[in-house]
């Protein structure tokens, strides 16, 4: 993960010229996943359809809460940063990311010019706890 922030630092610095721009995801996943007129694309509804609801009810910051269960010895990275990354990028249902949305790496991450370093952008999740009863 280092070797790619350290490529993509000065490329992106080469696309933007050193210049500031906008930043249209400060929150990452929640900056994107949003409910819309078309469709509900939040993540507890995708949670929901996946059968993993309670991540949802358990987690108030996204992604970085996440890591509370699937981090590995080297952090947040491992099997959740492949799932994200193939559902983002290979996955030919989920390529909207791309094709439609024009996702690309700074929506998710963001990079320290000084450093060179990545970090992934995380925000407080965008729904309402449900309350739950007792079985």
């Known amino acids: 993960m280092m070797r790619v922030a350290r490529i ?6 080469t696309l933007t010229g050193g210049i500031a721009l906008a930043d249209d995801y ?3 996943c929640v900056s994107c996943h949003v409910a819309t007129e078309q469709q509900d694309m939040r993540l507890n509804v995708i949670f929901d359809h996946i059968e993993h609801s309670m991540a949802g009810q358990r987690t108030l910051l996204i992604p970085t809460g996440c890591a509370r269960c699937h981090a590995d010895e080297k952090g947040v ?8 990354h193939r559902s983002h990028y290979t996955d030919p249902v989920q390529k909207k990311f791309i094709n439609e ?26 729904w309402q706890l449900r309350i739950l009863s007792a079985k």
């Open 8 to 13: 993509l630092a000065p490329a992106l610095l």
């Open 26 to 28: 400060p929150q990452g």
């Open 101 to 126: 949305f024009n996702g690309d790496c700074v929506s998710c991450h963001k990079m320290d010019t000084d450093t060179g370093q990545a970090e992934i952008r995380s925000g407080k999740r965008n």
């Open 77 to 84: 990275g491992g099997a959740l940063s492949k799932l994200i």
